[in-house]
């Protein structure tokens, strides 16, 4: 049906461009170009819409020399299929915004109602019938349209079954959520995100089945709202018509992140516990790893199949009734700093900072390495400790994640100072030997010198400064911080330990919870 609806508006217009007056016939020839280059060729789609309906409008005046005014608005009928097509086509391209909740026309309807209207008006003002006549077949065809999908669109057109899900603080979640179609038309529903972390996939979607599947992806912050809802659009097959409404679609129930974490801990601890026999507080009973081979004495644990009978401690294997082992500390062995600070700037903050706290000490407990904490605020160093027992180090890190406090404004802070970058380029200048370069070293000293005192007298510096001398030993450094105002003295400490033969690990508190969460699970 649509071919010869093509193929006769193209023997129209060369109908009309042969019997046209001479004055008249090159308009009818260029638009039959106009026409085989955006009907047939690669003319852009958007462009089909007016032209279609400029065809039903001019047709009628092209053939009013040859049949009459009355009868020359027959000639547009045929082209009513072709717009019909192509606003079909158009619709599904149309950008949707919603702008509220309720129905409204579209742009392309009331483009469309203006242009009409604007020409009915001017073939009134000049006696043209016929066009008029043709303006009255576009507007009874595209009102026609317009009652029925008021009749056949109910409002909402759609709604989800809502689905209560229970979700970690941050934790990436992937749940499908059923649509139910209302409508008795095949229109478009667009589906809008007021959240940069809620997503729906997919966005668009025909709605041509009585039940649809859309998958929700959504990294929940903590403040985030319990319930969640889309902004959709829906788009009759035409696009004419649009009905904005909100569609609720998740119920969330959201975790923080220290919780999860402090449930992490106490659990592991009461499985870890061994009978409440204070010799076993170094103990960790589900412990894979062998039995530490070493000269200095580290701590007591159950025994474990292929233990040496060398290592069993027979004086506390007769008191608890349990096969008790000892453990050595080698001195090849690397222990733990926790370096915290404890000063945050917001709630959220203050979850993952918790969070990463309590997931690392807990993954030190499960490695059996012994730790150290150094913990600091903005004010100064809150505590330090010496190595500690597995145990003990996340009993510590437990009780400092509850006296993290929000207590700094969200100020911006210039770029950290790059420590390494700024020593090496102290050392090539005063290679040079040039002036030039000795002046610019000397800047550039100023700004290490500048550095290392504040770095001095921050309670970041103080607090390591405390703890690793307590620990007397070259020992992996991890820094948690969310780098607000100990950010250039972390900096420059990072520097002055990796010179000393420490190692130090920087904690990224947005980027750290997953691969933690299953070191400990």
Known sequence: MLWLSRSYVAIALLTAGVFSPLVYAPIPWLVLLAYIYLEFGAGPARFKVPLHLFLSLSLPLFFKPLVGAWVSPAAALPVISLLDHSLRQFALSQELIPAGEGRRPSRLFLMLALSLLTVGLVALALGSWGLLISCAVVAGYLAAIAVLVLRRTS????????????????????????????????GQLSLASSYPWFHLIPARLVMDKETLEVEASFAPPLAGPTRMAAWASFLDPWGLLQVDFSLEMLELFVIPRARYAEWLARRYLEVSRSGGQEAMASATPASPRASRKGMEFYGLRLYQPGDSAKVIDWKHTLKLRQVIVKEFLDTGVEAAVLAVNLSVTDEEERDKLAYSLITTALTLARENI????????????????????????????????????????????????????????????????????????????????????????????????????????????????????????????????????????????????????????
């Open 155 to 186: 409002v909402p057109p759609a709604h989800a079954d809502v689905v209560s899900c229970r979700v970690l603080a941050g934790d990436l979640t992937r749940i499908p959520v059923k649509l139910a179609n209302h409508s008795r038309l095949a």
């Open 370 to 521: 012994p730790s150290a904490l150094a913990a600091y605020s903005h004010q100064g160093v809150v505590a330090t400790t010496p190595l500690l027992d597995p145990r003990r180090a996340l009993l510590k890190a437990l009780g400092l994640a509850r006296e993290i406090r929000v207590s700094l404004s969200p100020l911006r802070y210039l770029e950290v100072p790059n420590v390494t970058r700024l020593r090496g380029n102290l050392s090539r200048l005063r290679q040079s030997g040039e002036e030039a370069a000795t002046r610019l070293a000397e800047l550039l000293q100023m700004e290490h010198t500048a550095l290392n005192k504040a770095a001095q007298g921050n309670p970041a510096t103080k607090a390591l400064s405390a703890a690793l001398s307590l620990v007397k030993r070259k020992v992996n450094v991890v820094i948690l911080s969310g780098h607000n105002h100990d950010a250039e003295a972390l900096a420059f400490n990072a520097y002055t330990l990796k010179e000393r033969g420490h190692k130090v690990i920087q904690v990224e508190l947005e980027n750290q919870r997953r691969p933690l969460a299953r070191a400990v699970q």
